[in-house]
């Protein structure tokens, strides 16, 4: 047999040798996926409740353009006069902000992770056999809302977007009148309409994985998980889609 | 040593070295006496251990604690895929965690008469003795054995013995003692202790001035052929039971590492001792590639039978009672369907042979759970044996609570091997062989859940202590490297002989002969042997393997994965063991638990031994010639034990 | 009864070695009884090959029981096929019908490369067990195996975990190639048992650390469990998503408190 040409492949051993670089404990615990995981979790359950809050706030949009300004008023003098005006406000903003990047950052990195771990795809079609619209889509539904949030912003907090007041300018406060003339315009109702079910769809799972990414498991509550998820993504998507239609349909009206 | 008796009367080589003394004292006088290697010292030694079963895995991680170099090989691409995985049954140990008067002694009486009078005393005395130190070892490990209730050890009972002392882990205690030895081997490995080289083949065992000097192997990734040089050299690489082409075996266990080792002078013992086991699911086609096994237990509760008339063609629930025959029930009364397993595997075979097997190739009997249904309910058998009615229905795909089970006996397990002395060394000093590979403690038959304990002791309790009595005289000698001629030899002849596997380009694949060599051997070295068959297997063999040299279609090349040329190696090496096999069953004149001559039975048809002339172990030496090989003895003494006939009546 | 399946479609995927292109080959199968295991028809295939002096499609195998772990294949997009909790060597042609066709290909992953046709190198695993996943425990220091006694549920959850096989479909199947099911099934096996309490966070530790130098990370799609032919249950993911946490944040020097 003619030797080959092949270098002579080395034996396994000594693989578990070289010493681990420890860096101070939370970086350390979210330089691995799991840790990352653990963060996208802990940031899910940050948000979850930002998604929850704002929801029950805006149905008092239910109750006509008062109770909801001022309800928008009463955000920003949380803890007031014991803390300034707004400062509560802006820190809720800012944990949530920093919440959401940290969100974005693991998700993202977690992604070429994923994409480095299978540089060749199979080449035959798949055959999924557990594996939801839902969790194959969090990527997808996950910029959607994205994008969305960016909208909202932009039409509701800065106004950029936003159709004028009659007296052809934009007042931040009068959230109620914002709501109702943004709505008006059926491409932005059916975009609100959308996203929502997309976050709903991305909470129906999120929710659920943060039960298995902390760890949470218990044969005694394991059964309840994913109602849970499904529960809190139709309460939020409800309450949510219940504006741009209720304003479509004239419910709701300046 | 000077304790050290002399039992072999016909051969030099075949020194036992058991030590004298009490039975019950030997391994303790053993260890007292064996020489030492400083824990400094040791790190000198290189070891080489060929296979990562629960000999080779527990033998590769204990001697790399202790200090010695180790390098482990395997022809798997991970250390924990060794056969040793598929054992179900369980372990056993001489606990007597149930206090039902299970003792050391017990154990080794067993193991004694389960192996017809044909094995070692001191060795098995030994293996009854660490078989305590098995458990609590692998416990510690973290395989998880069954519990009661209350946190303890749980016992199950196996043939051949009145006491529970069989430790399990539901149906996969191979797996699980495997996965602990096999993590204790790579907590070697990551440490540095260990290194592993996997996918690679052991093809030849190189001797130099009459000590075994290393091994050349081929790595089954590149084709290449390389030598490894060793103080000492362990072969932990399992039966030969493949040899029948199907057999419960794992399609590439072979006796290759055994068989070169033979050809280098290691003295080849007992090959005839091959175990059936009765309850295997029969071949279903000409396609078939291997068969599985079904647990025994299954034989508490089902009714083997097959019907009366030959051409009968009713399916099975339409035949009334009166044209079945309950074979076993009939024949055996007391033992009835639990009758031990060479005799009901007999019984199923002569009903085949007479025409009355059933299913499509009628190469099978019923075990029928209609009665059991009828009379426990389905939810108490579905408890009982719903994982394995599942994998019955899986692999014949049929439901065996509404058709009855077809079964049939296969070869799972070879009690013959490498002759080794009481330190598990062959006939070439400074060559080991542990587990399934060498052929101490079984005799001539070996008890069930016996295979597991046999690994783990050789592996992790004998070994050790042996090794270090055989490598202390080397200290500060220098040994063979691997430029040593001798090597560059053997690895030249290696790498012709894949080469001339290649170059035949006949129109066969191994495959072929391979199939055809397990039909020879099955019909005439199975079960049931006799003259005349041995005879005619003995010309046929040869005949085959001349068509075999002439005939083989080898496609691909030598270089990179070829799984042909892999096959095409080891055929060669069933071949030559074949014709050994049907030889030491022709010599022996007797029958003894697994061998069964049709010319030596009593009236009752239980196996009739010859005392007088066979109470001794055939090792046999090689000489060049596959047929002509040299038979020589060692005598089998009984000092504790009175040689008596087993009676399952 | 047997039947025979007619004029089956076999594609299969062929590759020299690791870097070389590959492509799918196709094979027509006149007929084979549906006795036949999936890999006896591979063996059909591969004797009919060498009878043309073709090479043989290497795959790897084993045991053919369904416990040694050796066999993997990606059949019709299945990892192991379209039988639940079963192994490709436990798999029968009785699972296809007539004029099927059947598209094999290796494990994709790249802690999984493919070393020739089918069979793909997973030693990745090894290394992850290498890092960790044991008890250490010497030969020869063990205490009486009765000493600890271990609760029947806690022994019963360990051997649930215990029973994998480490054949690789949970990265076959899983859409991230992520081997969260192994590498939390062995964890659980060994962090659940009293034995393996001494040194559980640090394994919980290494063994993640480990598995993030070849794998993806867990999206909990499910596709492992729904692959593995053990049918090992996500919990063992949780489980080691908890004990990795704790190894971050407990005092170890109070690991015997708890």
């Known amino acids: 047999m003619a030797t080959s040409s092949a270098p002579v492949r080395e034996p396994v051993t000594g693989t578990a040798t070289a010493p681990r670089v420890r860096r101070p404990f939370l970086l350390d615990l979210y330089a691995t996926a799991v840790g990352k995981k653990y963060a996208m979790a802990i940031s899910g359950i940050a948000l979850m409740g930002f998604v929850l809050f704002h929801m029950i706030g805006n149905l008092k949009m239910y109750f006509g353009a008062a109770d909801l300004n001022e309800y928008a008023e009463f955000l920003k003098k949380l803890l007031y006069p014991l803390a300034p005006k707004e400062s509560v406000l802006w820190i809720l903003r800012l944990g949530l902000i920093g919440m959401l990047v940290l969100h974005l950052h693991a998700a993202w990195s977690l992604t070429m992770l994923n994409r480095r771990a299978r540089p060749v795809r199979y080449q035959s079609a798949r055959d999924y056999q557990e594996a939801s619209l839902a969790s194959r889509s969090m990527r997808l539904s996950g910029i959607v809302v994205l994008a969305f949030i960016v909208w909202h912003l932009l039409d509701l907090t800065f106004g950029v977007v936003n159709t004028v007041g009659a007296d052809g300018e934009f007042v931040r406060a009068e959230v109620y009148a914002n709501v109702v003339r943004s709505f008006e315009r059926w491409p932005v109702a059916l975009f609100y309409v959308v996203a929502n079910l997309l976050l709903g769809l991305h909470l129906s799972h999120g929710v659920w994985s943060i039960f298995q990414s902390l760890g949470w498991n218990n044969p005694r509550f394991n059964a309840w998980r994913t109602a849970f998820a499904r529960g809190f993504a139709a309460v939020v998507v409800i309450g949510n889609v219940s504006f741009p239609i209720a304003v479509t349909l004239g419910i709701v009206s300046v | ?649 | 009864m047997s039947h025979t399946l007619k004029n089956l479609t076999v594609k299969v995927w062929r590759q020299d070695g690791p870097t070389a292109k590959g492509d799918f080959e196709t094979h027509v199968i006149d007929s084979i009884t549906d006795e036949a295991s999936f890999l006896e028809m591979l063996d059909v295939l591969n004797e009919r090959l060498i009878s043309q002096g073709k090479e043989a499609v290497v795959f790897d195998h084993d045991c053919r029981e369904g416990i040694c772990g050796t066999c993997s294949l990606m059949i019709n997009g299945q990892a192991h096929g379209p039988q639940r909790a079963t192994t490709t060597c436990q798999l029968h042609m009785r699972s296809f019908k007539s004029n099927d066709t059947i598209v094999i290909e290796p494990w994709r992953a790249g802690a999984f490369p493919i070393v020739k046709d089918l069979m793909v190198d997973r030693s990745a695993f090894d290394r992850i067990v290498e890092s960790g996943g044991y008890i250490t425990s010497p030969t020869g220091g063990a205490p009486d195996a009765n000493l600890i006694p271990v609760p029947k549920p806690v022994a019963d959850a360990a051997m649930d975990s215990a029973a994998c096989i480490g054949c690789g479909a949970c990265v076959a199947a899983c859409p991230n190639g992520a081997a969260n099911l192994f590498v939390g099934a062995k964890i659980a096996h060994l962090n659940l048992l009293p034995q393996g309490q001494a040194e559980r966070y640090k394994r919980a530790e290494a063994m993640v650390d480990t598995m993030d130098e070849h794998f993806g990370s867990c999206t909990n799609h499910g596709e492992c469990s729904a692959a593995c032919p053990k049918e090992i249950s996500l919990d063992v993911i949780a489980l080691m998503n908890k004990d990795y946490r704790s190894a971050k944040f407990k005092n170890r020097k109070e690991l015997s408190r708890n």
């Open chain 2, 1 to 649: 040593m000077t304790m050290l008796e002399d039992r072999s009367t016909t051969n030099a080589k075949l020194n036992s070295k058991v030590p004298t003394g009490a039975l019950a004292d030997k391994w303790d006088t053993f260890k007292a006496n064996a020489k030492l290697v400083n824990p400094n010292n040791k790190r000198k030694f290189k070891v080489i251990v060929v296979g990562t079963g629960l000999a080779g895995a527990s033998a590769a991680a204990t001697l790399a604690e202790l200090g010695y170099q180790v390098d482990a090989f395997t022809f798997h691409d991970s250390a924990r895929r060794a056969h040793s995985i598929a054992a179900q049954g369980g372990i056993n140990a001489a606990k007597n965690y149930q206090g039902d008067g299970d003792s050391v002694s017990r154990l080794f009486t067993d193991t004694i008469k389960g192996g017809d009078f044909r094995s070692r005393e001191g060795n098995v005395y030994r293996l009854a003795q660490v078989s305590v130190n098995i458990i609590d070892q692998m416990v510690a490990q973290g395989v998880p054995f069954a519990r009661e209730y209350g946190g303890l050890l749980d016992n199950r009972s196996f043939g051949g013995a009145q006491v529970s002392r069989t430790f399990y882990a539901r149906g996969q205690t191979g797996q699980q003692l495997l996965l602990g030895a096999y993590q204790q081997l790579s907590r070697q490995i990551g440490s540095g202790g260990v290194r592993l080289f996997n996918r690679c083949e052991l093809v030849d065992i190189v001797v130099i001035d009459g000590r075994a000097a290393g091994i050349v192997t081929r790595d089954l990734l590149t084709g290449q052929v390389t030598s490894h040089a060793a103080h000492a050299v362990v072969l932990a690489t399992g039966g030969y039971g493949n040899v029948y082409f199907l057999s419960t075996n794992a399609m590439n266990c072979n006796v290759t590492a055994a068989w070169r080792a033979h050809r280098r002078g290691a003295y080849f013992a007992n090959p005839c001792y091959t175990q059936i086991h009765p309850t295997c699911i029969p071949q279903a086609d000409e396609t078939q590639s291997k068969l599985t096994l079904m647990s025994e237990s299954l034989r508490n509760d089902g009714r083997v039978w097959v019907p009366k008339n030959a051409d009968e063609t009713r399916p099975a629930h339409q035949i009334p009672d009166e044209d079945r025959d309950y074979y076993l029930e009939r024949l055996y009364p007391s033992y009835g369907n639990l009758a031990p397993r060479d005799i009901s595997s007999r019984a199923a075979k002569r009903l085949v042979d007479k025409g009355q097997g059933v299913g499509p190739l009628k190469n099978g009997v019923y075990l029928d759970f209609s009665a059991a249904i009828n009379r426990l309910g389905r939810n108490v058998v579905e408890e009982r044996y719903g994982n394995l009615f599942e994998m019955y229905e899986r692999i014949a795909g049929e439901n065996p609570y509404e058709v009855p089970m077809r079964i049939y006996p296969a070869t799972h397990y070879t009690m013959g091997g490498l002759w080794v002395d009481y330190e598990l060394q062959t006939t070439i000093p400074g060559l080991y062989a542990a587990g399934e590979a060498n052929f101490s403690d079984h005799g001539a038959n070996r008890l069930g859940a016996s295979a597991l304990m046999q690994g783990l002791a050789d592996g992790y309790f004998v070994l050790p202590y042996t090794i270090s009595n055989g490598l202390a005289p080397l200290l500060n000698k220098s040994v063979p490297g691997t430029d040593h001629p001798e090597f560059k030899r053997v690895e030249a002849e290696a790498r012709d002989r894949y080469q001339a596997y290649l170059n035949v380009k006949g129109t066969r694949s191994p495959d072929y002969f391979h199939r055809e060599l397990g039909k020879i051997i099955w019909d005439y070295c199975g079960m049931e042997r006799d003259r005349n068959g041995l005879e005619k297997a003995i010309s046929e063999i040869p005949a085959l393997y001349d068509e075999f040299k002439k005939d083989l279609r080898v496609t691909g090349t030598g270089e990179g994965v070829n799984q042909t040329l892999e096959k095409a190696g080891r055929v060669d090496d069933f071949f030559q063991l074949g014709m050994l096999m049907c030889k030491d069953a022709l010599t022996r004149e007797e029958s003894a638990g697994g061998h069964f001559r049709v010319e030596y039975q009593t009236a009752e048809g239980e196996a009739q031994r010859d005392d007088e002339n066979f109470c001794h172990v055939a090792a046999w030496e090689w000489t060049g010639d596959a047929n002509n090989a040299t038979r020589h003895e060692e005598q089998l003494s009984f000092e504790t034990l009175q040689l008596a006939t087993r009676s399952y009546k």
